[in-house]
């Protein structure tokens, strides 16, 4: 019996857990390719309402953060600018074709306080015991392992520091017209929130950044 249990337990280890259908596009260069051209799209700015979700990381001047799935690095000037050069921000990616885009882009915006991070499907690799806060944008739902990526992530905070998911509700049209989030996306508001607070953190806050598509929950370390 113990043989049978060691051999589940290894198994389950082996395969990825739940994100299957959000993370088709993503298997191939060609793929990620396409998704890239709507991570860099013009009225992005405007939709993602970005200094509002800086905002909600409560960041200051000195403080390190994390952009977890950075993509492109969209979120990069952003969080640069609110840590200033006595700051650090950690833009991890499991993708290498995507950081080589955000490098481009932290090149460009002549950021000097990023630091470029190659993590895995379990394992964000962040420093333990540094960060301020840690943002999740548009990324929670490609998680195949959320409970090892929690626990991770939970290390890498301060004892003070903020993880901010902002993630697209579960419902028709969220993402879009059509029923896309409801095949897309995992898990809605409610159950996301518990998900996470299983993993050892505590929900401060949650309200939405765009009515009907897209929510922003703020989290602590218990």
Same mark, same amino acid.
């Given at each position: &019996?113990?043989?049978? $249990? ?5 198994? $389950? ?42 905002? $909600? ?17 969209? &979120? ?9 050069d006595t700051g650090q921000v950690y833009a991890e ?81 969220? &993402? ?47």
């Open positions: &019996m113990k043989k049978l $249990a060691c051999l589940f337990l290894l198994c $389950a280890a082996a395969f990825p857990q739940v994100a299957e259908k959000a993370n088709e596009g993503y298997k191939t260069k060609e793929g990620r390719a396409s998704v890239a051209k709507g991570l860099v799209s013009a009225d992005r700015e405007a939709r993602q309402k970005p200094r509002d979700i800086v905002e $909600a990381l409560d960041l200051k001047p000195g403080d390190s953060v994390a952009d977890v799935g950075t993509g492109v690095g969209f &979120m990069l000037p952003y969080l640069s600018h609110a840590v200033r990616d499991i993708q290498t074709d995507f950081l080589d885009q955000a490098r481009t882009r932290v090149q460009l915006s002549q950021l000097t306080n990023v630091k470029f991070v190659l993590g895995t499907d379990r394992d964000p690799k962040l420093p333990a015991d540094t960060l301020a806060g840690v943002l999740i944008l548009d990324v929670y739902h490609h998680f195949d392992y959320p409970e090892a990526m929690l626990g991770h992530i939970r290390d890498s905070l301060l004892s003070d520091g903020k993880l901010v998911i902002v993630e697209y509700f579960k419902r028709r049209g969220a &993402m879009g017209q059509g029923d896309r989030a409801l095949e897309h996306i995992r898990l809605d508001q409610d159950d996301l929130i518990k998900e996470v607070e299983t993993n050892g953190f505590r929900l401060v806050s949650k309200r939405d950044l765009i009515p009907n598509s897209q929510y922003v929950a703020i989290f602590q370390k218990k």
